[in-house]
């Protein structure tokens, strides 16, 4: 029984040991290639930025946008030397509501992508001021009838203004929601956790065998 004891003992350290170890010294080497692209609107934009695993930001890789279904180029650039790409999204695309792929490549085999959801990330058209449908006989409008048209002309701006700095102001939180939605758990965490599973294994082990002694 004491035998048994030292042996789940020496297990439960074993196991500690190994959680500190891929915490407290993770493997960079499994991460080299790694790179997490990120994209979220503004308006009748779309932003791209890329970051390693360690979180550096990408600079000065290529950035092509294809059309998912069709894998026809619509952007072809670079993310700058400040880290960011930004390209506005073709007409075609906004109306068809068509997913875009989003493909950085920062080369010796960093390489990643992302999608750009229509339904998620591309507002639809805005009106123009010009796309009132003109109505039979508008010419001969009395003067209050040309008074609401402009009023209405006027709210129509006043909208368009606002839908422009909402997108603007809701652009950060984009942004954030983008990131969180990217990361995903890595060897480090992965290992992480297996190795805490195993503690408290071992831990089960050691108090049930406690309560086994005379």
Not at 180 to 196: H, L, N, Q, V
């Amino acid at each position: 029984m004491k035998y048994s004891q030292r042996l789940i003992k020496s297990f439960f350290i074993l196991v500690t040991l190994l959680a500190l170890t891929v915490h407290i010294c993770p493997l960079p080497i499994v991460h080299a290639h790694r790179i997490t692209v990120i994209s979220w609107p503004e308006g009748q934009k779309i932003h791209v930025e890329a970051r390693f695993s360690n979180g550096k930001i990408v600079k000065k890789a290529r950035t092509i946008i294809k059309d998912k279904e069709s894998g026809k180029i619509i952007a072809d650039g670079e993310i700058g030397a400040k880290g960011a790409f930004s390209f506005i999204v073709p007409p075609d695309i906004r109306t068809g509501k068509r997913d875009m792929t989003v493909i950085v490549d920062a080369g010796s085999g960093h390489r990643a992508e992302t999608i750009v959801r229509a339904a998620d990330d591309l507002a639809g058209p805005r009106p123009e001021a010009g796309d009132r449908k003109t109505v039979p006989g508008s010419e001969d409008l009395s003067t209050k009838r040309g008074d609401k048209a402009q009023t209405e002309l006027n709210q129509e701006i006043v909208r368009d203004i606002v839908s422009s700095e909402l997108d603007r102001k809701l652009a950060p939180i984009r942004k954030i929601l983008a990131e969180s939605r990217s990361k995903s758990p890595g060897f480090t965490e992965i290992a992480g956790g297996i190795g805490y599973i195993f503690g408290i294994f071992g831990i089960i082990l050691y108090f049930k065998s406690r309560k086994k002694l005379p």
